[in-house]
């Protein structure tokens, strides 16, 4: 499993920035949606990053008959 991190800061004005690492597609918003609630549910605005814009991708394995 890849790391997930979630770096919080609180400026001096009380604003809070959140910033997402080791999670692609949108599975950021689930993962930050109840710290965001705690923290007051208003959002200011949101920078997505290019790793946001990952697709994750999955690969079933298959067994292939050949006969």
Do not use: H, Y
């Not at 949108?26 to 965001?36: H, I, N, V, W, Y």
Request: proline share 1%.
């Amino acid at each position: 499993m890849d790391l997930q991190e979630i770096d919080v800061f609180i400026d001096d004005n009380g604003e809070v920035k959140l910033e997402i690492r080791g999670v692609k597609g949108q599975k950021c918003l689930d993962l930050t949606q109840d710290l965001e609630a705690i923290l007051g549910g208003e959002i200011i605005s949101r920078e997505m990053t290019p790793e946001a814009g990952e697709v994750i991708q999955k690969i079933k394995n298959q067994e292939f008959n050949w006969s």
